[in-house]
């Protein structure tokens, strides 16, 4: 899959996300990238994850911030990762849909949504 194409999967996930979700997204940047870098994969092997890394959040969650004060802030950033996606998906449906639960993934962490709560989230959903 190119990454033309790979980033439109992910702009339909983004439309996909419930627009109250949407609304409440502030100052966050979405982009791809084919591989985590060494700093991005460091700071993932430092919380003692494992494995291939489909996408990250790197900023301060909604839930732990005050104001941003004087001046601009930069933006946080949502990574999504093509090639780890790329691996574990064997059909184009299930790209789509891995990009699409890494998107909301990664969203439910600016908000403030830990690893642990996410997974807990999963199985309930799953197992009604």
């Not at 997204?25 to 700093?39: G, K, M, Y």
Request: charged fraction near 30%; charge should be negative; hydrophobic fraction near 35%.
């Amino acid at each position: 899959m190119n990454d033309e194409d790979f980033e439109k999967l992910v702009e339909e996930a983004l439309l996909n996300v419930p627009k109250h979700f949407l609304d409440l997204l502030e100052n966050v940047s979405v982009v791809t990238q084919n591989w985590p870098n060494r700093h991005q994969a460091e700071q993932i092997y430092k919380r003692g994850s494992r494995g291939l890394l489909l996408g990250l959040y790197e900023g301060v969650p909604k839930i732990k911030r005050g104001g941003y004060g004087i001046g601009g802030q930069l933006p946080d950033k949502i990574t999504i990762f093509k090639n780890p996606i790329l691996m574990i998906s064997d059909t184009p449906e299930k790209v789509k849909a891995v990009v699409e639960d890494t998107v909301i993934h990664e969203i439910a962490h600016h908000f403030g949504l830990n690893d642990e709560e996410l997974i807990k989230i999963k199985r309930e959903k799953y197992s009604k």
